[in-house]
């Protein structure tokens, strides 16, 4: 069972900036064994995919809408993946979840969030215009 907390959410205006963290914990946890992921969901809108992080960190995606203003990284010795999001918009406005799915070297890239196998309770990002 991996538990993850998201937090760093809050009220920003545009052109801000904020970073996210989400800390991991479990009995078997172990980031390097693991992918990474950023999701957000706005207001009556779908689940969307935002950035993704490897189990070894080395293959990183983002989502275009996202691509050049937010980051993903993580802190192996802390269990805790990031998103520094730069220059905010209004349409970020989001609850913004962390995920997170076993892998091993060789597998493939989780298709959508429904490779992932745990989920956070998600952050509330507002951005104001």
């Known amino acids: 069972q991996v538990q993850l907390v998201e937090s760093g959410g809050g009220l920003v205006q545009a052109g801000d900036s904020l970073r996210l963290s989400c800390a991991a914990s479990?009995?078997?946890?172990?980031?390097?064994?693991?992918?990474m992921g950023w999701f957000r969901q706005a207001a009556g809108k779908e689940r969307e995919f935002v950035a993704y992080i490897s189990w070894s960190g080395g293959s990183i995606y983002y989502a275009a809408s996202v691509k050049g203003r937010f980051t993903i990284s993580r802190e192996i010795s802390k269990n805790t993946v990031y998103l520094q999001m730069n220059s905010l918009k209004p349409e970020d406005t989001a609850v913004y979840y962390c995920?997170?799915?076993?892998?091993?070297?060789?597998?493939?890239?989780?298709?959508?969030?429904?490779?992932?196998?745990?989920w956070g309770q998600g952050t509330q990002v507002t951005v104001s215009s």
């Open positions: 479990g009995r078997t946890f172990s980031m390097v064994s693991y992918a």
């Open positions: 995920a997170a799915t076993p892998q091993r070297p060789g597998s493939q890239r989780p298709a959508g969030e429904a490779d992932f196998r745990s």
